[in-house]
């Protein structure tokens, strides 16, 4: 199986800046894509960055220019550098990986992480 755990979350004033982790667990030989998502309540869960193995990366329209994603391969670990953070960036921030590669020979799609908070606020 594979795992996926999130930290760095906190609260922090606007205008600061947070970089959350996520860590990939199990027998992995490799992951296609890893990024970020966010949800608050009532709403649906909205794409905040992904990255694939091969450089190819999203972002969406709201954290453009202000959030970094990247990613260690060897570490199976993404990183979210979040800067000039708004009180509309609060939410809860989920981590997702597809196409998970494992020994032996298992694929592994759509796999989340618990969910980490991240909260804006004066």
């Known amino acids: 199986q594979v795992q996926l755990v999130e930290s760095g979350g906190d609260l922090v004033r606007p205008g600061g800046s947070l970089r959350l982790s996520c860590a990939a667990s199990?027998?992995?030989?490799?992951?296609?894509?890893m990024g970020w998502y966010r949800q608050v309540p009532g709403k649906e869960r909205e794409l905040v960055a992904d990255l694939t193995s091969g450089g190819t990366v999203n972002y969406g329209d709201s954290v453009k220019g202000r959030f970094t994603i990247s990613r260690d391969d060897a570490k199976n670990t993404v990183f979210l550098q979040m800067n000039s953070l708004k009180p509309e960036d609060t939410a809860l921030y989920y981590c997702y990986a597809d196409t998970v590669e494992t020994i032996p020979n298992a694929i592994y799609h759509d796999v989340w992480g618990q969910g980490i908070l991240v909260a804006i606020s004066s």
């Open positions: 199990g027998m992995i030989v490799s992951i296609n894509v």
